[in-house]
């Protein structure tokens, strides 16, 4: 059976506002973290169900992340001096992209340091033998290095905010009263 409508049409309701893109909370941190640390447990657990080895952490990944974070930090640095302190205009595709990465790597640093602090709990108890005992080490130098790269992260977000005064076009003429 067919229906006819023979009502006027409603009128669609207004779209929602668009999705802006803000800086990292501490909530988003801690979900993150939280995450990761949920994610390293059903992981390991994983690999003790199905009889497999956990590997250990190779000394690349905290390198990296190290490395990755020095390099976001000096450009952070670099980007806030030109938009604070030279009062420059920074290109938007280049703010996007700075704040982008920055989110990126504060996400990513709070998901391994998680993942890695669940990692080295579970093979504290077993730190007698040499395969736990190099887990541990290795994961405890990949959980440093993981928070500098959330830091750096951060750092980076932050390093891309105009502030609010200099925003304000009337804040440097003088008072007209």
């Known amino acids: 059976m067919a229906r006819?409508?023979?009502?006027?049409?409603?009128?669609?309701t207004p779209p929602p506002e668009r999705p802006t893109l803000g800086l990292t909370t501490l909530r988003?941190?801690?979900?993150?973290?939280?995450?990761?640390?949920?994610?390293?447990?059903?992981?390991?657990?994983s690999l003790d169900l199905a009889d497999q080895v956990v590997p250990v952490t190779p000394w690349t990944l905290p390198l990296?992340?190290?490395?990755l974070a020095g390099a976001a930090a000096l450009y952070?640095?670099?980007?806030?001096?030109?938009?604070?302190?030279?009062?420059?205009?920074?290109?938007?595709?280049e703010g996007v992209r700075a704040l982008v990465l920055g989110k990126t790597m504060a996400m990513t640093g709070a998901v391994l340091a998680?993942?890695?602090?669940?990692?080295?709990?579970?093979?504290?108890?077993?730190?007698d033998a040499p395969s736990p005992q190099q887990r541990v080490v290795h994961g405890l130098v990949t959980i440093v290095a993981s928070a500098l790269c959330g830091w750096a992260g951060w750092y980076l977000e932050r390093s891309c905010v105009r502030p609010a005064d200099?925003?304000?076009?009337d804040a440097d003429s003088p008072d007209p009263s």
């Open 28 to 45: 988003q941190v801690v979900i993150a973290t939280l995450s990761g640390g949920v994610f390293g447990w059903f992981l390991i657990e």
């Open 166 to 169: 200099d925003l304000d076009p």
């Open 76 to 93: 952070g640095r670099r980007l806030r001096a030109r938009i604070r302190e030279g009062g420059e205009w920074v290109d938007s595709t």
């Open 114 to 127: 998680g993942g890695h602090v669940v990692y080295v709990l579970l093979n504290l108890s077993r730190f």
């Open 64 to 67: 990296m992340l190290a490395a």
């Open 4 to 12: 006819v409508f023979d009502e006027e049409p409603t009128p669609l």
